[in-house]
């Protein structure tokens, strides 16, 4: 096995620190690395030596798989509530002029408009007003599962869900209960960002804190639901509050089970309170993928999303531990120009993204919400006709995936 000769010879390496060597046999040995170590991996460890040890656990887990899937977003609005330091998307309220207010009926009429695509998902995330509150959304999701049952609804995150828990007096066990029972079947992982209040006081003061967020999952997962988490990275934070946070995503993980992908998001600086703030470089991100997929043992998943990081750092980063792009059909979000993405206005047919997927050695899997295979693309032939449009994105912005 390629990728486990590969370990044996870094192992093997004379020249490597003997801390670093003895997290790669505990690799080798698929044993829990410390936070100390996790910690160290930040500050001592080269992009090669991260990449054999994050390749090998992807490839033990995933094999040579690279996932996408096909959804389109719904975001009822950019306006909010909050004040998130690091957002390029919201709007507050009293710049309601930049803003929109989408209604019911014309989010209806956005899921009818993908009735005859092949879509398996819908996924709905954006700004907290109070009008957006749990009655609308119950109401919502009751009225999609009716129109198309067979569409996957992920929706909301903690930090939407505490607000209008909190306005409808219910507490997180029972409202989640009842989203569940109107139709709700995932979660997205957005407002994370980073869980320490060192940090957290800083870049988003005013909404849910660490411990409100990872309850409402934890919530989610003992009906035995499924959520995805996040992390923002590359702004103020230092490398143990990175640590920090993916330690209290895999006690929670360990707890529940209930995980399914986590996402790391890149900061981006443009025109937003923080654009002052310098962007990491792609090593950085690179490095970040490769440690997460190694301190993550619990997770299935590390995803990407190439749209916001460039399609040639997307295909790096399936060598650093991430096998899942996602993806979407839809072409309406403003929310990569707007936070200052490497691509805009970004689609690819499928056919290139398969292309894309291939040309690093990977193989290529559509699959649904919940990880389900709907299409191996390995020796699939395309038809001459089959050019629609596949555009794959982040939300890192706000509270999303």
Same mark, same amino acid.
């Given at each position: 096995?390629?990728?486990?000769?590969?370990? %044996? #010879?870094?192992?093997?390496?004379?020249?490597?620190?003997?801390?670093?060597?003895?997290?790669?046999?505990?690799?080798?040995?698929?044993?829990?690395?410390?936070?100390?170590?996790?910690? #160290?991996?930040?500050? =001592?460890?080269?992009?090669?030596? #991260?990449?054999?040890?994050?390749?090998?656990?992807?490839?033990?887990?995933?094999?040579?798989?690279?996932?996408?899937?096909?959804?389109?977003?719904?975001?009822?609005?950019?306006?909010?509530?909050?004040?998130? =330091?690091?957002?390029?998307?919201?709007?507050?309220?009293?710049?309601?002029?930049?803003?929109?207010?989408?209604?019911?009926?014309?989010?209806?009429?956005?899921? =009818?408009?993908?009735?005859?695509?092949?879509?398996? *998902?819908?996924?709905?995330?954006?700004?907290?007003?109070?009008?957006?509150?749990?009655?609308?959304?119950?109401?919502?999701?009751?009225?999609?599962?009716?129109?198309?049952?067979? /569409?996957?609804?992920?929706?909301?995150?903690?930090?939407?869900? @505490?607000?209008?828990?909190?306005?409808?007096?219910?507490?997180?066990?029972?409202?989640?209960?009842?989203?569940?029972?109107?139709?709700?079947?995932?979660?997205?992982?957005?407002?994370?960002?980073?869980? &320490?209040?060192?940090?957290?006081? &800083?870049?988003?003061?005013?909404?849910?804190?660490? %411990?409100?967020?990872?309850?409402? @999952?934890?919530?989610?997962?003992?009906?035995?639901? @499924?959520?995805?988490?996040?992390?923002?990275?590359? @702004?103020?934070?230092?490398?143990?509050?990175?640590?920090?946070?993916?330690? +209290?995503? +895999?006690? /929670? !993980?360990?707890?529940?089970?209930?995980?399914?992908?986590?996402?790391?998001?890149?900061?981006?600086?443009?025109?937003? !309170?923080?654009?002052?703030?310098?962007?990491?470089?792609?090593?950085?991100?690179?490095?970040?993928?490769?440690?997460?997929?190694?301190?993550?043992?619990?997770?299935?998943?590390?995803?990407?999303?190439?749209?916001?990081?460039?399609?040639?750092?997307?295909?790096?980063?399936?060598?650093?531990?991430?096998? %899942?792009? %996602?993806?979407?059909?839809?072409?309406?979000? =403003?929310?990569?120009?707007?936070?200052?993405?490497?691509?805009?206005?970004?689609?690819?047919?499928?056919?290139?993204?398969? *292309?894309?997927?291939?040309?690093?050695?990977?193989?290529?899997?559509?699959?649904?919400?919940?990880?389900?295979?709907?299409?191996?693309?390995?020796?699939?032939?395309? *038809? *001459?006709?089959?050019?629609?449009?596949?555009?794959?994105?982040?939300?890192?912005?706000?509270?999303?995936?």
């Amino acid at each position: 096995m390629e990728v486990e000769s590969r370990l %044996d #010879l870094l192992i093997e390496n004379k020249l490597l620190a003997a801390d670093l060597k003895a997290i790669a046999v505990k690799v080798k040995r698929g044993e829990r690395i410390s936070f100390e170590e996790g910690v #160290l991996l930040y500050e =001592k460890g080269e992009l090669g030596y #991260l990449g054999v040890l994050a390749n090998y656990i992807r490839e033990k887990k995933n094999g040579n798989y690279t996932y996408f899937n096909r959804n389109f977003h719904i975001e009822p609005t950019n306006l909010c509530v909050y004040d998130c =330091k690091f957002c390029s998307y919201s709007r507050l309220i009293k710049q309601k002029e930049e803003g929109w207010e989408a209604t019911m009926e014309s989010m209806l009429e956005t899921v =009818k408009g993908y009735d005859d695509e092949a879509v398996t *998902e819908v996924h709905i995330v954006g700004g907290v007003l109070p009008q957006y509150n749990m009655k609308f959304y119950m109401d919502l999701f009751a009225a999609i599962k009716r129109h198309r049952k067979d /569409l996957h609804v992920k929706a909301l995150t903690p930090v939407e869900y @505490h607000y209008i828990f909190k306005k409808a007096k219910v507490d997180y066990a029972t409202g989640m209960r009842m989203m569940k029972e109107s139709g709700l079947e995932s979660m997205p992982g957005g407002g994370a960002e980073i869980f &320490h209040p060192e940090i957290r006081d &800083h870049i988003c003061k005013d909404k849910c804190d660490a %411990d409100q967020w990872l309850s409402i @999952h934890e919530e989610w997962h003992k009906l035995g639901m @499924h959520s995805n988490a996040t992390m923002l990275y590359g @702004h103020i934070e230092k490398f143990w509050h990175r640590v920090d946070h993916m330690e +209290r995503l +895999r006690q /929670l !993980q360990d707890r529940t089970g209930g995980f399914q992908s986590f996402i790391p998001l890149k900061f981006r600086n443009k025109d937003n !309170q923080m654009s002052h703030v310098d962007e990491v470089s792609v090593i950085e991100d690179l490095r970040n993928y490769a440690i997460a997929r190694i301190y993550l043992d619990n997770f299935p998943h590390i995803k990407a999303y190439w749209a916001m990081i460039s399609r040639d750092t997307a295909q790096l980063s399936l060598s650093y531990g991430v096998d %899942d792009i %996602d993806g979407t059909l839809d072409d309406t979000t =403003k929310i990569y120009s707007m936070a200052g993405s490497e691509e805009q206005n970004p689609a690819m047919s499928t056919r290139q993204l398969v *292309e894309l997927i291939k040309q690093v050695g990977r193989h290529p899997i559509e699959r649904d919400t919940l990880y389900h295979i709907v299409t191996d693309y390995q020796d699939y032939v395309f *038809e *001459e006709k089959e050019t629609e449009k596949v555009n794959y994105y982040s939300l890192p912005v706000l509270d999303n995936h």
